[in-house]
């Protein structure tokens, strides 16, 4: 089974600010690679799959990048809806989860 | 339109087993691109991705939980169902359903519902 890790477990960051979450895949996923971003009491919300491409609707501010086993989902300009919990996905082998990213306000 | 929706009992004993269904629309669960899994996520937990079934009724399951797992679906009522046998209180989480488009990533989420899992 693929591990995913995701880091930092918490950042804190000021609106307004850049966010970069990180996420290393135990063995190479390729680009197969999606994020999601969850709010409390809410289904997780797709952002990014093939590790770079933004899904329908998702503002600009957010980017991915990375291949392999290395990735990272940037937040260039923090807005007050952005403070979540982001996971990352592989899906190169089935499916496995990181253990999420809490982004909160700094 | 696409939803999902899941539906089941929101309190399990221990060692029962739990049946969810999971009813689509907006899709059809015979198109060539389109599977559904099962994730689950324990309160202030990780998801965990359970099974998924593709259009073709191909199935996968977790590793770690493929002895107590079973998925199915019936195309002509639009539903995915999810069991799991010998239920546990660590089993205690929100269960959602979620289409996976190509088998790949999830691009659309049902609500979820909430399974405690309790004497």
């Known amino acids: 089974e693929i591990v995913m890790t995701q880091s930092p477990a918490t950042l804190s960051v000021s609106p307004g600010e850049r966010a970069t979450l990180s996420c290393r895949a135990s063995?190479?996923?390729?680009?197969?690679l999606a994020w999601y971003q969850q709010k409390p009491g809410q289904a997780p919300r797709l952002l990014i799959y093939?590790?770079?491409t933004r899904a329908t609707g998702i503002p600009a501010r957010f980017s991915g990048s990375g291949s392999g086993t290395e990735f990272t989902l940037t937040i260039s300009s923090l807005q007050s809806e952005d403070f979540a919990v982001y996971y990352c996905?592989?899906?190169?082998?089935?499916?496995?989860f990181g253990q999420g990213t809490k982004l909160e306000i700094k | 339109q696409v939803t999902l929706k899941e539906s089941g009992p929101v309190l399990v004993k221990p060692t029962e087993t739990l049946t969810l269904t999971c009813t689509v629309s907006?899709?059809?669960?015979?198109?060539?691109?389109?599977?559904v899994s099962w994730i689950r996520q324990p309160p202030g937990k990780a998801l965990e991705w359970l099974a998924h079934?593709?259009?073709?009724?191909?199935?996968s399951y977790s590793t770690s939980l493929k002895s107590r797992l079973t998925i199915s679906k019936d195309t002509s009522k639009s539903q995915v169902v999810l069991t799991m046998t010998n239920m546990d209180p660590v089993d205690t989480a929100t269960y959602y359903c979620?289409?996976?488009?190509?088998?790949?990533?999830?691009?659309?989420w049902g609500q979820g519902t909430l399974v405690t899992v309790s004497s």
């Open positions: 079934i593709f259009s073709n009724d191909e199935k």
């Open positions: 979620a289409r996976m488009l190509g088998g790949d990533y999830v691009d659309y």
């Open positions: 996905q592989q899906y190169n082998n089935w499916y496995t």
């Open positions: 063995q190479s996923v390729s680009s197969n």
């Open positions: 093939g590790a770079s």
């Open positions: 907006g899709f059809s669960l015979s198109n060539a691109r389109m599977g």
